[in-house]
């Protein structure tokens, strides 16, 4: 499998930024044509520019932060994932920690939310991964095998072939801790483990597991030479076209 590394801008990048944005970046790395392996997830009111920005770029996958299950209707504040597939995107992240954190986001919501986007025709980015004190109480597996199981309830054997899951323990976002790559591989084993039993060990074996959680240049290289972590969920380190270039480079020399 080769790697696939994902830009999460979370609330951040205008519209009028991303041109310039691309421009740099694809004059820093030639996207693999027969193979999507770079995203950046925008904001909504930035997403018709993300997608009219890289345009044409094949290998470059656009996507959103969310969406909701209904295709529309009474659900002020939120986007379906019927708008976002008309407005170009390929891909959503669903269950973000900061999601779960902080707007009430349960296994129930994302699970919802999850098989709906691929439903859709969406590549879904679901993200598990367990709080600081949650690591600390050594419960992590227990954590991510809750809300595993919980956020794939209904999504069958033949809609992961859309499917990507990003482990981000929480206490490494935006922290600057990293997990090693050997905790962050025992996890992603884990997590492999637990949709072999979901599903079966080749479904599993298919599916990209990505690693999130202050990823930079100099540690993405060492987390996805890791067999089970299948590329990076990038957050502070893809705000800049250079500095995500070349987190870009450095991870994508690693081949599975
Ligand atoms: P940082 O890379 O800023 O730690 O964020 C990770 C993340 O949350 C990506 O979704």
């Known amino acids: 499998m080769k790697p696939i590394f994902l830009a999460n801008w979370k609330m951040n990048i205008l519209p009028a930024e991303v041109k310039e944005f691309a421009k740099n970046f694809l004059s820093q790395i030639t996207p693999d044509a027969n193979y999507a392996d770079i995203g950046f997830a925008a904001?909504?009111?930035?997403?018709?520019?993300?997608?009219?920005?890289?345009?044409?770029?094949?290998?470059?996958?656009?996507?959103?932060?969310?969406?909701?299950?209904?295709?529309?209707?009474?659900?002020?504040?939120?986007?379906?994932?019927?708008?976002?597939?008309?407005?170009?995107?390929?891909?959503?992240?669903?269950?973000?920690?900061?999601?779960?954190?902080?707007?009430?986001?349960?296994?129930?919501?994302?699970?919802?939310?999850?098989?709906?986007?691929?439903?859709?025709?969406?590549?879904?980015?679901?993200?598990?991964?367990?709080?600081?004190?949650?690591?600390?109480?050594?419960?992590?597996?227990?954590?991510?095998?809750?809300?595993?199981?919980?956020?794939?309830?209904?999504?069958?054997?033949?809609?992961?072939?859309?499917?990507?899951?990003?482990?981000?323990?929480?206490?490494?976002?935006?922290?600057g801790l990293t997990a090693t790559p050997e905790i962050a591989q025992s996890v992603h084993a884990s997590i492999r483990s637990e949709l072999t039993a979901l599903y079966n060990a080749n479904v599993a074996g298919a599916i990209p597991i990505i690693y999130g959680g202050s990823a930079k240049t100099d540690n993405i290289a060492s987390l996805v030479a890791q067999p089970d972590i299948n590329g990076g969920l990038v957050g502070g380190a893809s705000l800049k076209p250079d500095t995500f270039a070349q987190l870009v480079q450095a991870g994508r020399q690693v081949y599975k």
Request: aromatic share 8%; net charge neutral.
């Open 43 to 175: 904001p909504y009111t930035t997403l018709a520019a993300l997608v009219d920005g890289f345009r044409g770029v094949k290998g470059i996958l656009t996507g959103a932060q969310n969406c909701h299950w209904a295709d529309n209707g009474a659900f002020t504040g939120e986007v379906s994932a019927k708008m976002l597939k008309d407005v170009g995107v390929n891909f959503v992240i669903i269950g973000h920690s900061e999601r779960r954190q902080f707007f009430g986001e349960t296994d129930e919501t994302v699970a919802k939310r999850s098989v709906k986007a691929l439903k859709e025709g969406l590549i879904a980015v679901v993200c598990v991964g367990e709080t600081k004190a949650e690591y600390e109480a050594g419960r992590t597996k227990e954590i991510v095998s809750r809300q595993l199981k919980g956020s794939l309830a209904d999504v069958t054997a033949e809609m992961t072939h859309a499917l990507i899951i990003a482990y981000e323990p929480v206490w490494a976002i935006g922290t």
